[in-house]
């Protein structure tokens, strides 16, 4: 029925407002983070491969996709946007996208559907070079799924972020086992574990991600040529302790500093490849408590990574 006398559009009208500020009140809160200081945004280096972790609500979850190089800007209605201070907004290639159901623990459990969303950030993301006096370049990414905002994340343009890949990593590829292994490779392309530990002179490969801009011309999302220049100022340091964390150690004089190089065929990834050396007497053997008896650290302009590995002791 139509409402045409002036008190009863009067009401309409306060029902109205009366309900916007009900919908005020009951405005959605985004958490952000959590713990004792305020969330930073995200350390990212150009071609630096990523995972996103999104929300879409009601989304339901689907099968997870992986695409082949040249990256795709869309994919599994997700598109994500690269927006920076001095160039133009790029749209990123994507990797891939897989979701995971989180629930909560109450009955009836309340499930929320997360996508993950692995990308390369572009070549042309402009790094804040420490100690230069430039304009701060201020980033981030505007994630979109089916062509509908769903959130942004914050980045800090750095010149190199590195994480060293394990198999668990999306940019690995498959990992049948399940167990999450660091990628680093005897030359059979069998990795280094407690049960196949590496020996003292033996030549090794790993794989990391995040180590800046390369030399020459490579394209963003497209697979790395066969031969690539060298990457310079990369350093490597052993600390061989039981168990050891990564550090930003004195780089050993003797390391080929011409051995990281992208990896032909793949997307962002380098290898480095070092010769194992021998362990100081009374170092022990992996074992159930002896997760590493070497740590291999790798360091360029502003980050550092290490991983463990297990090595032979000497005179075994």
Not at 94 to 121: A, E, K
Not at 162 to 172: Q, T
Not at 270 to 279: G, I, K, R, S
Request: aromatic share 4%.
């Amino acid at each position: 029925m139509r409402m045409k006398s002036y008190g009863s559009r009067k009401a309409a009208a306060l029902l109205a407002v009366a309900l916007l500020f009900s919908l005020a009140g009951r405005a959605q809160t985004t958490v952000i983070g959590a713990g004792y200081t305020t969330p930073q945004p995200l350390d990212a280096s150009p071609g630096q491969l990523i995972t996103i972790f999104a929300m879409v609500n009601g989304k339901q979850p689907a099968d997870p996709l992986t695409a082949s190089p040249p990256l795709p800007t869309s994919l599994g209605g997700f598109s994500v946007l690269l927006r920076q201070t001095f160039i133009d907004p790029i749209q990123i290639p994507i990797l891939s996208v897989s979701d995971t159901q989180s629930c909560s623990s109450v009955t009836p459990p309340l499930c929320t559907t997360v996508s993950q969303i692995t990308v390369q950030i572009p070549y042309e993301l402009m790094p804040n070079i420490p100690h230069v006096s430039l304009p701060v370049n201020f980033a981030r990414l505007d994630v979109s799924y089916q062509s509908n905002p769903t959130s942004s994340l914050n980045l800090n343009p750095i010149p190199d972020s590195i994480h060293l890949l394990s198999s668990c990593d999306v940019a690995s590829g498959p990992n049948p086992s399940g167990t999450c292994l660091p990628i680093v490779e005897h030359g059979d392309g069998s990795l280094v574990s407690a049960a196949n530990p590496a020996q003292a002179g033996e030549t090794l490969t790993l794989s990391l991600v995040g180590m800046g801009q390369p030399p020459g011309t490579v394209t963003t999302g497209a697979a790395a040529p066969a031969v690539t220049p060298a990457l310079d100022g990369v350093e490597i340091s052993y600390d061989a302790r039981v168990n050891a964390s990564p550090a930003a150690l004195v780089p050993t004089s003797a390391f080929p500093l011409n051995t990281a190089q992208l990896q032909p065929g793949a997307v962002g990834i380098y290898n480095v490849t070092f010769l194992v050396p021998a362990l100081p007497p009374g170092v022990p053997a992996c074992d159930s408590n002896v997760r590493s008896n070497l740590t291999v650290n790798i360091k360029r302009i502003t980050s550092f990574a290490g991983v463990g590995i297990c090595v032979v002791p000497t005179g075994q």
